[in-house]
């Protein structure tokens, strides 16, 4: 069943010297119990298509066009307080990039949750706290840490916080925004545990895990998206993206990461000359030609659509034919 339906998605930065097209025309179905992978380097669009996923649309961020749909609701057609009440936290819920971000530094951890759910639910205080320590509890936390600031809470312990909280309503789809960047990797195992065991409870349906590190998304998403440049350029599961991957930009991404695994190894590390394309007025036709070793002259002038590789794995490249 699909649980998130994107269609067309443009989501620019108006700045003075005019739109910059951090997301454009990004188009995803999300099935339930799958946890979605989205790659690409720094700037390529992942965090702003997290943003734009909530429909979470802040200045100088404006949504231009498209269509999200989840659970059969049209929130790209619901008023920001609609969202806020009857969607955020409940159906989708977002884990920003920092912990840090998402709490609040002058409140203690259990009223801040106290004022998030009141935001969504007419609960009172002491069942609110009550389901604050058992999602805590399930989730391998101290009780005790409800009543702590997040500043007394190690970097490791603020992020599975942040977790307990953003899926305290129990949301059909959580997305997580870079939330092991900043991790140790015995801490990101951890949260990687924790957002599976989340799934295999049932308390969340779908994931949807933002990264640049092909090695995290490994261990945790079934499917991986790609994204360059604003643009998904290639979607599939992930065991296929990682040793098969179609598009150049994705094998270039791919061998630019260092791994112990000995048939990885033997690939050895690429460099990709050039660097993204300045999003303001990005190149015509496939935005990744400019540095692309098999680029001709199709691809300078004409977009890449979608080819249907197999029943799960698309490409957006001139190098396939239909």
Same mark, same amino acid.
């Given at each position: 069943?699909?649980?998130?339906?994107?269609?067309?998605?443009?989501?620019?930065?108006?700045?003075?010297?005019? =739109?910059?097209?951090?997301?454009?025309?990004?188009?995803?179905?999300?099935?339930?119990?799958?946890? $979605?992978?989205?790659?690409?380097?720094?700037?390529?669009?992942?965090?702003?298509?997290?943003?734009?996923?909530?429909?979470?649309?802040?200045?100088?961020?404006?949504?231009?066009?498209?269509?999200?749909?989840?659970?059969?609701?049209?929130?790209?057609?619901?008023?920001?307080?609609?969202?806020?009440?009857?969607?955020?936290?409940?159906?989708?819920?977002?884990?920003?990039?920092?912990?840090?971000?998402?709490?609040?530094?002058?409140?203690?951890?259990?009223? =801040?949750?106290?004022?998030?759910?009141?935001?969504?639910?007419?609960?009172?205080?002491?069942?609110?706290?009550?389901?604050?320590?058992?999602? =805590?509890? @399930?989730?391998?936390?101290?009780?005790?840490?409800?009543?702590?600031?997040?500043?007394?809470?190690?970097?490791?312990?603020?992020?599975?916080?942040?977790?307990?909280?953003?899926?305290?309503?129990?949301?059909?789809?959580?997305?997580?925004?870079?939330?092991?960047?900043? $991790?140790?990797?015995?801490?990101?195992?951890?949260?990687?545990?924790?957002?599976?065991?989340?799934?295999?409870?049932?308390?969340?349906?779908?994931?949807?895990?933002?990264?640049?590190?092909?090695?995290?998304?490994?261990?945790?998403?079934?499917?991986?998206?790609?994204?360059?440049?604003?643009?998904?350029?290639?979607?599939?599961?992930?065991? @296929?993206?990682?040793?098969?991957?179609?598009?150049?930009?994705?094998?270039?991404?791919?061998?630019?990461?260092?791994?112990? @695994?000995?048939?990885?190894?033997?690939?050895?590390?690429?460099?990709?000359?050039?660097?993204?394309?300045?999003? $303001?007025?990005?190149?015509?036709?496939?935005?990744?030609?400019?540095?692309?070793?098999?680029?001709?002259?199709?691809?300078?002038? @004409?977009?890449?659509?979608?080819?249907?590789?197999?029943?799960?794995?698309?490409?957006?490249?001139?190098?396939?034919?239909?």
């Amino acid at each position: 069943m699909i649980l998130l339906r994107a269609r067309g998605l443009k989501a620019y930065y108006e700045v003075r010297e005019g =739109f910059v097209k951090a997301v454009d025309g990004v188009s995803i179905d999300l099935e339930e119990g799958i946890i $979605l992978g989205v790659a690409g380097e720094s700037g390529c669009g992942k965090s702003t298509l997290a943003n734009a996923l909530m429909m979470n649309i802040k200045p100088p961020l404006r949504f231009i066009e498209g269509v999200v749909e989840i659970n059969g609701i049209v929130l790209s057609k619901m008023n920001k307080n609609f969202l806020k009440k009857n969607v955020w936290g409940k159906l989708i819920s977002l884990i920003p990039q920092s912990a840090l971000n998402a709490l609040m530094p002058t409140m203690k951890i259990k009223d =801040f949750i106290i004022e998030v759910v009141r935001q969504h639910e007419e609960l009172n205080e002491s069942e609110i706290v009550s389901m604050a320590e058992k999602r =805590f509890e @399930e989730l391998g936390l101290p009780v005790s840490a409800l009543d702590l600031y997040p500043h007394e809470l190690s970097g490791g312990m603020r992020q599975r916080t942040a977790i307990a909280i953003a899926t305290l309503l129990n949301p059909r789809l959580l997305i997580a925004d870079e939330i092991t960047s900043a $991790l140790d990797v015995s801490t990101q195992k951890q949260v990687l545990k924790m957002l599976v065991d989340l799934m295999r409870k049932g308390s969340v349906s779908s994931v949807i895990f933002v990264s640049h590190d092909i090695a995290v998304l490994r261990q945790i998403a079934d499917m991986v998206a790609v994204m360059y440049a604003g643009k998904i350029v290639e979607l599939g599961p992930t065991e @296929e993206i990682v040793y098969s991957p179609l598009h150049p930009y994705t094998s270039a991404l791919i061998r630019s990461v260092t791994t112990p @695994e000995p048939e990885i190894k033997k690939r050895g590390l690429a460099f990709l000359p050039g660097e993204p394309p300045n999003l $303001l007025n990005p190149p015509p036709g496939c935005r990744f030609h400019p540095r692309c070793p098999y680029a001709t002259q199709r691809c300078k002038s @004409e977009e890449p659509q979608s080819l249907v590789v197999s029943s799960n794995h698309l490409v957006y490249c001139h190098l396939y034919k239909a």
